[in-house]
């Protein structure tokens, strides 16, 4: 499976991004899709999945009603929306498919990272 992720950029604190990361090679729809991210300095983190079975998803505390998970099966491409972004938000975001839920170590293919920076 390859992962294109797309759509970061510089954004003003109070701002919103979509990230997108197109996904080939695989079956989309049976895998759980996942975005993390990391900052400079700091450990990758768990940010928000789309779980393939029941569409349910699930997010980092941090960004919990902030950021939205979304998926399109027929297009192979999950989305993350990004609203109100704060200065801490800013890291590069991976998407990530054929794990489970947040635990990124279950993760067996990556897309390249994405660069998201927030100015204050």
């Known amino acids: 499976v390859q992962l294109q992720a797309s759509g970061g950029g510089l954004v003003q604190a109070g701002g919103s991004l979509r990230l997108s990361c197109a996904a080939s090679?695989?079956?989309?729809?049976?895998?759980?899709m996942a975005w993390f991210r990391q900052a400079p300095g700091k450990d990758r983190e768990f940010v928000a999945v789309s779980r393939w079975s029941g569409g349910r998803t699930y997010y980092a505390d941090s960004v919990k009603g902030r950021f939205t998970i979304s998926r399109d099966n027929a297009k192979s491409t999950v989305y993350l929306q990004m609203n109100s972004l704060k200065p801490e938000d800013t890291a590069v975001y991976y998407c990530?498919?054929?794990?489970?839920?947040?635990?990124?170590?279950?993760?067996?293919?990556w897309g390249q990272g994405t660069q998201v920076t927030v100015s204050s």
């Open positions: 990530a498919a054929g794990g489970v839920g947040g635990n990124q170590a279950l993760y067996d293919f």
């Open positions: 090679g695989g079956t989309f729809s049976s895998y759980d």
